[in-house]
């Protein structure tokens, strides 16, 4: 089991940047593919960001492609979330998740259902 928390969430002026971490318990972080998802009020939570076990293979959602750049270092368990030209749509709360996978290589996922752990969200707001 892994136990995630998440923090950099804030207010920011669009145009801006912000860097979410989520820190991971445990000393199996690099077994997991983790993702990042985010939900705005009143929508359903979506794919924003994954990233294979090793770092090695990521995918980003068509609406934040070339803005937001998600990594890793697996040496301490740690998850980023590199966001920058922020603009006022992507105001959310932000998960991190993880996903006990048995598929190696390059393998993420962007599914939802497929990540076993949660963290608790960090809310970034984007004003204009």
């Known amino acids: 089991q892994v136990q995630l928390v998440e923090s950099g969430g804030g207010l920011v002026q669009a145009g801006g940047s912000l860097r979410l971490s989520c820190a991971a318990s445990g000393r199996t972080f690099n077994s997991y593919v983790m993702g990042w998802f985010r939900q705005a009020p009143g929508k359903e939570r979506e794919f924003v960001a994954a990233?294979?076990?090793?770092?090695?293979?990521?995918g980003q959602a068509d609406s934040v492609k070339g803005r937001f750049t998600i990594s890793r270092d697996n040496a301490k368990s740690t998850l980023y979330l590199q966001m920058n030209s922020l603009k006022p749509e992507d105001t959310a709360v932000y998960y991190c998740a993880a996903d006990r996978t048995f598929n190696g290589g390059s393998y993420y996922s962007v599914r939802e259902y497929d990540y076993d752990y949660w963290g608790q969200g960090t809310q970034v707001t984007v004003s204009s």
């Open positions: 990233i294979s076990q090793s770092g090695g293979n990521t």
